[in-house]
T-cell receptor
Framework: DSGVTQTPKHLITATGQRVTLRCSPR?????VYWYQQSLDQGLQFLIQ???????AKGNILERFSAQQFPDLHSELNLSSLELGDSALYFC??????????????FGEGSRLTVL | GENVEQHPSTLSVQEGDSAVIKCTYS??????FPWYKQELGKRPQLIID?????GEKKDQRIAVTLNKTAKHFSLHITETQPEDSAVYFC??????????FGSGTKLNVKP
């Protein structure tokens, strides 16, 4: 158990819909990263937050948005969903109480299926 | 932005043999290079990492080498075992921000 909690574990929805994925980081971790993993593909970096502020942005579509709340949990919002958005979305956390060993602690992922 | 390329995409070895996976990166500002192992249906987990001020690091059967000049780093697994079968990802990061991952190598260790 990494200490990172993601909900929901599975989600099935239709094209054009909007969903929200939630991530609670490890206790004390200030930074949250979001990744998209399509079938048999690598981990595509979407976005990173640190202590409530956006720190880095990767290949995140305009239809997607995220935020990190004062309690440090994060949400990834995916809108106008397309079939190609079907993927496993991972959240990872690090920067425990401001220090960092470099290790990303991944959650179990949220599997999104768009029909 | 950073571009991390990883080869090979699949690798099949006999139990007891060695396995080598190679990655290149493009951003000279990257200074931290971790390797993650992802077993089927599970989350990626860190197995070894190396920082830019070190050329090689070893942990039991696993070693990583880094060539900053050429911008490439490699994972070496010796005496492979069936439980080493998984997908391995390399990554590059600048000061622990923006971790960019390679496309993954599916390692199959045949008993």
């Amino acid at each position: 158990d990494s200490g990172v909690t993601q909900t929901p574990k599975h989600l099935i929805t239709a094209t054009g819909q909007r969903v929200t994925l939630r991530c609670s980081p490890r206790s004390g971790d200030l930074s949250v990263y979001w990744y998209q993993q399509s079938l048999d593909q690598g981990l595509q970096f979407l976005i990173q937050y640190y202590n409530g502020e956006e720190r880095a942005k990767g290949n995140i579509l305009e239809r997607f948005s995220a935020q990190q709340f004062p309690d440090l949990h994060s949400e990834l919002n995916l809108s106008s969903l397309e079939l190609g958005d079907s993927a496993l979305y991972f959240c990872a956390s690090s920067w425990n109480r401001g220090t960092n060993t470099g290790e990303l602690f991944f959650g179990e992922g949220s599997r999104l299926t768009v029909l | 932005g950073e571009n991390v390329e990883q080869h090979p995409s699949t690798l099949s070895v006999q139990e007891g043999d060695s396995a080598v996976i190679k990655c290149t990166y493009s951003d000279s500002a990257s200074n931290y290079f971790p390797w993650y192992k992802q077993e089927l249906g599970k989350r990626p987990q860190l197995i070894i990492d190396i920082r830019s001020n070190v050329g090689e690091k070893k942990d039991q059967r696993i070693a990583v080498t880094l060539n900053k000049t050429a911008k490439h780093f490699s994972l070496h697994i010796t005496e492979t075992q069936p439980e080493d079968s998984a997908v391995y990802f390399c990554a590059a990061s600048n000061n622990f921000n923006k971790f960019y991952f390679g496309s993954g190598t599916k390692l199959n260790v045949k008993p």
